[in-house]
């Protein structure tokens, strides 16, 4: 099992999260590409110490929308969404040869992320990035999104993400953040909830029922309050139970 966190999500003065500690935590590492978070200062501190640590480095690749953090749909012309996902991944891959490290994947961020799981036209949008840059670059997404489906049938490999501290809608979508419950803060309980995704076993939903989550890697938040010991509190359990953390894709040097 795979276990990724987003990085890189500061600004300038503005600081979030613990990069550093998270890296020697996780085995893979979605870099903000600058567009949501993150400026060319951040990213390639993240990417170094992803370097260091052999952390693999994914482009976390997201709307526009700095001031909104990513959070906000954007209804963008397909073409422009294309060229928007080939800029952030150009960008990022350039700081992160200068580290000594290599883009292995993608992973949409926040308000695309939740998008392309039903909007096929800004899903189709993101997959020719990809494609056109690089096809050999994977993909990381919701299990059952449009984004996934149609990266397989582009010819992309596809890996499947599941959510250590974000609540589920029965339907296995991800709860709003605008919704009261959608974040989880107790480690423990995300903890125990990680190792039964990793085992295949159901989990509940926001409303109690029971669903299946099919996962390749599993994500905790950095800048969640917490997140350094919501991670290493994942780990720990997931170790203690005899899942191997390793990177879905090997990270590879610059």
Same mark, same amino acid.
């Given at each position: 099992?795979?276990?990724?966190?987003?990085?890189?999500?500061?600004?300038?003065?503005?600081?979030?999260?613990?990069?550093?500690?998270?890296?020697?935590?996780?085995?893979?590492?979605?870099?903000?590409?600058?567009? !949501?978070?993150?400026?060319?200062?951040? =990213?390639?501190?993240?990417? +170094?110490? #992803? &370097? $260091?640590?052999?952390? *693999? %480095?994914?482009?976390?690749?997201?709307?526009?929308?700095?001031?909104?953090?990513?959070?906000?749909?954007?209804?963008?012309?397909?073409?422009?969404?294309?060229?928007?996902?080939?800029?952030?991944?150009?960008?990022?891959?350039?700081?992160?040869?200068?580290?000594?490290?290599?883009?292995?994947?993608?992973?949409? !961020?926040?308000?695309?992320?939740?998008? =392309?799981?039903?909007?096929? +036209?800004? #899903? &189709? $949008?993101?997959?020719? *990035? %990809?494609?056109?840059?690089?096809?050999?670059?994977?993909?990381?997404?919701?299990?059952?999104?449009?984004?996934?489906?149609?990266?397989?049938?582009?010819?992309?490999?596809?890996?499947?993400?599941?959510?250590?501290?974000?609540?589920?809608?029965?339907?296995?979508?991800?709860?709003?953040?605008?919704?009261?419950?959608?974040?989880?803060?107790?480690?423990?309980?995300?903890?125990?909830?990680?190792?039964?995704? $990793?085992?295949?076993?159901?989990?509940?939903?926001?409303?109690?029922?029971?669903?299946?989550?099919?996962?390749?890697?599993?994500?905790?938040?950095?800048?969640?309050?917490?997140?350094?010991?919501?991670?290493?509190?994942?780990?720990?359990?997931?170790?203690?139970?005899?899942?191997?953390?390793?990177?879905?894709?090997?990270?590879?040097?610059?």
């Amino acid at each position: 099992m795979d276990l990724n966190s987003d990085l890189a999500e500061g600004f300038g003065r503005w600081e979030l999260g613990d990069d550093e500690a998270l890296l020697g935590i996780v085995t893979s590492a979605n870099v903000a590409c600058g567009y !949501h978070a993150g400026d060319a200062t951040v =990213i390639r501190g993240a990417c +170094e110490h #992803a &370097a $260091a640590r052999g952390v *693999a %480095v994914g482009a976390q690749v997201g709307y526009n929308d700095l001031a909104g953090f990513g959070r906000r749909f954007i209804d963008i012309a397909p073409r422009e969404l294309t060229n928007d996902v080939i800029y952030q991944i150009g960008a990022l891959r350039a700081l992160a040869r200068t580290a000594g490290t290599e883009v292995t994947y993608v992973k949409p !961020h926040g308000a695309l992320y939740n998008a =392309i799981v039903h909007h096929r +036209e800004q #899903a &189709a $949008a993101v997959v020719d *990035a %990809v494609r056109d840059y690089d096809p050999d670059l994977v993909v990381l997404g919701l299990p059952g999104s449009a984004w996934l489906e149609l990266a397989e049938k582009a010819g992309l490999r596809t890996f499947r993400e599941a959510f250590a501290d974000r609540a589920y809608t029965p339907e296995a979508t991800l709860v709003s953040r605008r919704e009261p419950g959608a974040v989880l803060h107790d480690a423990e309980a995300i903890a125990e909830r990680c190792v039964r995704i $990793a085992r295949g076993e159901p989990i509940e939903a926001v409303d109690g029922t029971l669903i299946t989550v099919q996962a390749d890697s599993i994500c905790v938040h950095g800048d969640s309050p917490g997140a350094v010991r919501t991670a290493e509190a994942v780990r720990d359990r997931l170790t203690a139970e005899g899942v191997r953390l390793a990177a879905f894709v090997a990270p590879r040097g610059g």
